[in-house]
Nanobody, 123 residues
């Protein structure tokens, strides 16, 4: 059974940090592009960052220099390190997987999704 499980969310003060994890089971991430998306109440889902099987990265300009995506295929896990968090980063964060092909930030191109982890940035 293909499964993605996110963890690491929580409540953090502005300026704080969190590290989200996306653990895969039932399949190997070796050949998959993994993306982090987020969705805030009343807003559309938006991509945050993408990492290809070879380690190529795309980062949303709104989080550039603050967020970093990384992966360890041996651990079948992808992480999103989030620093200097702002209230505008408050959202539910999802990881998604797509068999490697053209690198995409379109959520419709990702067939596998986790249930998400909530990140709340507030003082």
């Amino acid at each position: 059974q293909v499964q993605l499980v996110e963890s690491g969310g929580g409540l953090v003060q502005p300026g704080g940090s969190l590290r989200l994890s996306c653990a895969a089971s039932g399949f190997s991430l070796d050949y998959y592009t993994i993306s982090w998306f987020r969705q805030a109440p009343g807003k559309e889902r938006e991509y945050v960052s993408v990492i290809t099987p070879g380690g190529g990265r795309i980062i949303n300009m709104s989080v550039k220099h603050r967020f970093t995506i990384s992966r360890d295929n041996n651990k079948n896990t992808v992480w999103l390190q989030m620093n200097s968090l702002e209230p505008e980063d408050t959202a539910r964060y999802f990881c998604a997987a797509a068999l490697a092909g053209p690198t995409t930030t379109n959520p419709d191109d990702y067939p596998y999704w986790g249930r998400g982890t909530q990140v709340t940035v507030s003082s």
